[in-house]
T-cell receptor, first 114, second 114 residues
Framework: DADVTQTPRNRITKTGKRIMLECSQT?????MYWYRQDPGLGLRLIYY???????NKGEISDGYSVSRQAQAKFSLSLESAIPNQTALYFC?????????????FGPGTRLTVL | AQSVTQLDSHVSVSEGTPVLLRCNYS??????LFWYVQHPNKGLQLLLK??????LVKGINGFEAEFKKSETSFHLTKPSAHMSDAAEYFC????????????FGSGTRLSIRP
C-alpha cells in the first residue's frame, strides 16, 4: 500500500549492530503497529502506538524499541541485532475508534542478521 | 484467551474450481474477524471483515466468508479459482476490547494448478 512506506526494504547486518527500521504513513491514522513475520508463524505484534504519546509492548517486544516521532512516523530499533531477529518486518496503521477498523500494511522490510 | 487456527498450511486447487480456506477461532468476547491476502513480496491486503452486521461477508476479488458462531469458524471461499489468487492467506481475530490482542493465524498458502 503506497500510503504506508517502509525503509529500507532490505537490510543485511551483522550481529551486535544497531538497526533502525522506519515507517511513514499518509493515511492520517492515529494508530501504528510493528509486526514481524516468520515462516509458519503468521505475524506477531512487537509494539503498537495509539497516538504520539502512547507506546505499548506487544507479544514479542524483547530486544526491540520504538519511537513515535510524529503522527505519521513510527520507527523500530534493534539495539544489538541477533540472528534470530532475521525476519520480515511490517508496519501497519489503523484509524482510531472501532476495533472493526482494518489495518493497512506497508510493503515490509526484509532483515537478515548474520 | 483468544486464538485462531488455520487448518491447512497449503491448499492446491485447479483453476476454475472452488476454493475453501478454513479458519477456526476462539475468543472470550464477540470478535472482529478478518481475512488478509499476501502476494509474493508484497504487504498484506484486506480481503474482507466480519463486523457482526451480517454472517455472510463478501470481499474483494470474488471471495466471501461465513461467520458461524456455533462452529467458531470463519472459512474463506471462492466459487472459481483464478491463477492470480495464488498467494498466502491469513485469518485474523481481534477481540472487541483491544487492538493489542490482535492475533494472526499461521497462514494458508494457496496454489492454483493450470
Amino acid at each position: 500500500d503506497a500510503d504506508v512506506t517502509q525503509t529500507p526494504r532490505n537490510r543485511i547486518t551483522k550481529t551486535g549492530k544497531r538497526i533502525m527500521l522506519e515507517c511513514s504513513q499518509t493515511k492520517g491514522h492515529d494508530r501504528m503497529y510493528w509486526y514481524r513475520q516468520d515462516p509458519g508463524l503468521g505475524l506477531r505484534l512487537i509494539y503498537y502506538s495509539f497516538d504520539v504519546k502512547d507506546i505499548n509492548k506487544g507479544e514479542i517486544s524483547d530486544g526491540y524499541s520504538v519511537s513515535r516521532q510524529a503522527q505519521a512516523k513510527f520507527s523500530l530499533s534493534l539495539e544489538s541485532a541477533i540472528p534470530n531477529q532475521t525476519a520480515l518486518y511490517f508496519c501497519a496503521t489503523s484509524a482510531r475508534g472501532s476495533s472493526y477498523n482494518e489495518q493497512f500494511f506497508g510493503p515490509g522490510t526484509r532483515l537478515t542478521v548474520l | 484467551a483468544q486464538s485462531v487456527t488455520q487448518l491447512d498450511s497449503h491448499v492446491s486447487v485447479s483453476e476454475g474450481t472452488p476454493v475453501l480456506l478454513r479458519c477456526n477461532y476462539s475468543s472470550s468476547y464477540s470478535p472482529s474477524l478478518f481475512w488478509y491476502v499476501q502476494h509474493p513480496n508484497k504487504g498484506l491486503q484486506l480481503l474482507l471483515k466480519y463486523t457482526s452486521a451480517a454472517t455472510l461477508v463478501k470481499g474483494i476479488n470474488g471471495f466471501e466468508a461465513e461467520f458461524k458462531k456455533s462452529e467458531t469458524s470463519f472459512h474463506l471461499t471462492k466459487p472459481s479459482a483464478h491463477m492470480s489468487d495464488a498467494a498466502e492467506y491469513f485469518c485474523v481475530v481481534m477481540p472487541y476490547s483491544s487492538a493489542s490482542k490482535i492475533i494472526f493465524g499461521s497462514g494458508t498458502r494457496l496454489s492454483i494448478r493450470p
